[in-house]
């Protein structure tokens, strides 16, 4: 059942992405409110965000009711919708990401078209950010810069001082999550919304961060949603085989000095699709859901046959790991309605160590540096 729940949801996902690509520029509608959404966070209480790990909750499409929690390591306290306590508004539709840089938090918000800038000391905005078009993913580049990709045909340049969009790359499609490498950008590109399967253009892009132009692009597996770069500086590439399941996922491996792929790693396609790519702080073992948690050695010749993490019915949705302890923080969605719960389990044994509330549909996680 819980598959079953699972593709459905990215099904519809992939419907909701289709039908803002073909109406981009078109007026937005008011947010449906036929459920009520979660009573707001009354906390009073002042709190520093320090020693702890930030939840970015996705809320549900169209609803208004992203938030952003926080646990608390040394305590074990979770504060609810910190956002929404700080600034005394709601942080917008679809909270996709966040990212750290220097004292700030930055919070792509992808159906509100914007990307919020916090304080992380309180979470208090410091500016607001327009002039996206449902943005995806962001990287930093350097000290004065960072790309954002987004479902339009285009990556933004956000200046880090001013905080303002500087100039747009062109790109053929959606572009979906970056990797640094040396002074390049390696971005995955999904393809055109207006084609099939058969012909969409999965490819890897490859930016010169000093000039902000494509430069390369190197064919991955259909659907590239995961990206990531291991201690040997290789470049992994996660895809999903498209929506439709027109081909089998894959794991890719590029060599980025060649630009060129140099080993691929085969699912079975049997419509688990992996998703949620990730390295831990040493970049030898990377981490993937296909139903449960995968960890897999850099140095591995085959895809792991058993899951270090069974799901065991949850929906597994989200997953990071702590560059602190190397200890896996993996979310449940449960039914995309509720709120979902997080989960910490040690990479050792893959035994749980702690479970915590989090917000609807918690996506994503920020680590504290």
């Known amino acids: 059942m819980k598959d079953k729940i699972e593709i459905v949801h990215t099904r519809l996902l992939y419907c909701t992405f289709f039908i803002l690509a073909v109406m981009l520029g078109a007026c937005s509608k008011e947010p449906i409110r036929e459920t009520p959404v979660d009573p707001p966070d009354t906390t009073t209480q002042t709190v520093t965000y320090k020693n702890g790990i930030f939840i970015i909750n996705e809320g549900n499409f169209n609803w208004g009711n992203a938030s952003v929690s926080f646990i608390d390591l040394t305590t074990g306290t979770v504060y609810s919708d910190i956002f929404k306590t700080a600034n005394q508004r709601s942080l917008g539709d679809v909270a996709q990401a966040m990212t750290q840089f220097r004292d700030y938090g930055l919070i792509v918000v992808n159906n509100s078209s914007r990307i919020e800038i916090v304080r992380i000391q309180d979470f208090k905005t410091v500016a607001s950010v327009s002039g996206f078009t449902f943005p995806r993913y962001m990287e930093i580049v350097d000290s004065a810069k960072a790309y954002v990709t987004s479902l339009k045909k285009n990556i933004a340049v956000l200046d880090l001082n001013t905080f303002t969009i500087t100039k747009e790359i062109p790109v053929p499609a959606w572009t979906e999550v970056l990797a640094r490498y040396d002074h390049y950008m390696y971005v995955t590109c999904v393809g055109t919304f207006n084609?099939?399967?058969?012909?969409?253009k999965s490819k890897v892009y490859i930016?010169?961060?000093?000039?902000d132009i494509i430069i390369d692009s190197i064919t991955t597996g259909k659907e590239p949603l995961g990206i990531a770069i291991d201690k040997k500086e290789k470049i992994w590439v996660l895809?999903?085989?498209?929506?439709?399941?027109?081909e089998s996922p894959s794991l890719v491996r590029?060599?980025?000095t060649l630009r060129i792929v140099e080993k691929v790693f085969t699912f079975p396609n049997d419509g688990n699709l992996?998703?949620?790519?990730?390295?831990?702080?040493t970049r030898d073992t990377l981490y993937f859901i296909r139903d449960g948690v995968y960890q897999m050695p850099v140095s591995s010749l085959s895809l792991p046959e058993q899951p270090l993490i069974p799901a065991n019915g949850r929906v597994f949705y989200g997953l990071s790991i702590n560059p602190a302890d190397g200890s896996v923080f993996v979310s449940d969605a449960i039914d995309y309605v509720q709120n979902g719960t997080v989960y910490?389990?040690?990479?050792?044994n893959g035994k749980q160590i702690h479970s915590y509330k989090a917000g609807?549909?918690?996506a994503s996680f920020c680590f504290i540096k």
């Open 274 to 281: 992996p998703k949620k790519l990730c390295f831990n702080a």
């Open 360 to 362: 609807r549909i918690p």
């Open 239 to 246: 895809c999903t085989g498209g929506y439709d399941f027109y």
């Open 254 to 256: 590029i060599d980025p």
């Open 207 to 211: 930016i010169d961060t000093q000039s």
């Open 195 to 200: 084609e099939s399967n058969a012909k969409r």
């Open 344 to 348: 910490q389990y040690s990479p050792s």
